[in-house]
């Protein structure tokens, strides 16, 4: 289970990664576009398209951060305020003003400071609220003389009375105008809040469509793990059945010499008593001592055989042959570049090829004209290995296998091997 949870962590980490983009990249990118929006805007305004300048400030303003506080947006503050201002619509006005004298205030720009308390002196006089106004007038000339500016603006000069009828004179809107910037002003929030909803419900449905396709990639990964163990479990198995077919077939030959064993030990046991008994000529005698002797000696090779399929059995049961089992079931499960990592590895091998074979080894080393290459190939092809397989373990391509074999048969033909002509055949 180890693996598919690995490769799911990794996964979902790439994607949080690539969803999500760095908060510094998308502040810079907002303010490039919102700077944009505000030059068209002013743009707009010069050329008297009042909805479309009205739409350009909203537009810079829902880009800005609002949790960032920076000259640009009081600067689209301003802007706002001010073309809301031309239109008489003086409430609206003072609202983006004093979010300007806010940001300005905070930042600590005491030159915009006085443009913008001057304006908002005018706003509260044209709102019939004289003791703001004059709030604003005072706190105007304050910084003025803090920051020894020439003289005061002029308009801050006149009365309450003058600076009304100045602006008033010079408005560019009817109430029409005005109840229609007010309806676009509405419209816009409205649809603002709507694309703000279905932005949310988007981003639901790609959150929730990246979980079912991570969802998805994982229970792939998870069944493919799963099959490739069962895979290697049914190999595991097939190898081990192997293995105790080679021990089963060595005990009945072993149960297999001991029957003839036993009836030879019955016809030298017969053959004693007739020469012992018998009363027979000097030839007789002879012939059944010839006898004798042939069956004592086909006693002593079938103990000798039997002593050796045992000492075989024994080493078959041993841990250097579970040991070379399991590296050959590993072979061929995961046939790698150079699996045989050590010599020990390779001799486990070639003692088990013995234990199969009766000293396997030892014909293949008395070979001449033969490579320590073609000698591993010997040992491999004899132990069950394909052409694939020896292309994998050797880096070669199987083409470069099946001529390999060929040249070793050559060698042994060139070399007159009569009695080795099977030697490298699986």
């Known amino acids: 289970m180890k693996l598919p949870l690995i490769l799911f962590t990794h996964f979902f980490i790439l994607f949080l990664c690539a969803s999500c983009h760095p908060t510094q990249l998308r502040q810079d990118n907002s303010q490039a576009e919102a700077l944009i929006l505000f030059e068209k805007g002013k743009q707009y305004e010069f050329d008297k398209d009042v909805r479309n300048a009205l739409i350009s400030y909203w537009a810079a303003l829902d880009l800005l951060d609002t949790r960032q506080d920076t000259i640009q947006k009081a600067e689209v503050y301003i802007q706002l305020g001010d073309l809301l201002f031309k239109y008489g619509l003086y409430e609206k006005a003072v609202e983006h003003h004093r979010e300007s004298y806010t940001l300005m205030k905070d930042l600590d720009q005491k030159e915009q400071l006085v443009q913008i308390t001057q304006r908002l002196s005018i706003d509260y006089t044209l709102l019939n609220q004289p003791d703001t106004a004059s709030y604003f007038l005072d706190l105007t000339n304050q910084l003025a003389i803090q920051m020894a500016l020439p003289e005061v603006p002029s308009l801050l000069a006149l009365s309450s009375d ?33 694309y703000l909803r279905e932005k949310a419900r988007n981003r639901q449905l790609i959150v929730l469509l990246a979980f079912i396709i991570t969802t998805g990639i994982f229970l792939l990964l998870l069944f493919i793990f799963y099959r490739k163990k069962k895979q290697a479990e049914q190999l595991r198995a097939q190898q081990f059945a192997w293995f105790n077919t080679l021990v089963n077939t060595n005990k009945e030959q072993i149960k297999e010499y001991q029957r003839e064993l036993f009836g030879s030990n019955t016809q030298i046991n017969e053959l004693r008593h007739q020469l012992a008994q018998a009363n027979i000529s000097l030839e007789e005698t002879n012939r059944l001592k010839e006898e004798l002797r042939f069956y004592i000696l086909q006693q002593e090779k079938i103990q000798t055989e039997e002593r050796t399929l045992r000492l075989r059995d024994e080493l078959l049961l041993s841990a250097e042959s579970t040991q070379a089992v399991l590296i050959i079931n590993r072979m061929k499960q995961k046939p790698t570049y150079n699996p045989i990592k050590s010599p020990k590895e390779w001799q486990i091998l070639i003692d088990f090829i013995n234990v199969l074979y009766d000293n396997y080894s030892q014909i293949v080393l008395n070979l001449e004209g033969l490579t320590d290459r073609d000698r591993e190939i010997c040992f491999l092809i004899k132990l069950g290995f394909s052409t694939g397989q020896l292309a994998i373990f050797y880096g070669i391509s199987p083409g470069s296998v099946t001529k390999a074999k060929f040249r070793i048969r050559k060698k042994l033909d060139g070399g007159n091997i009569n009695k080795t002509s099977d030697t490298c055949s699986a």
């Open 162 to 194: 003058q600076i009304r009828d100045k602006i008033q004179s010079d408005s560019i809107s009817s109430v029409y105008d005005r109840e229609q910037l007010l309806n676009l002003e509405t419209k816009y929030k409205r649809e603002k809040e709507q």
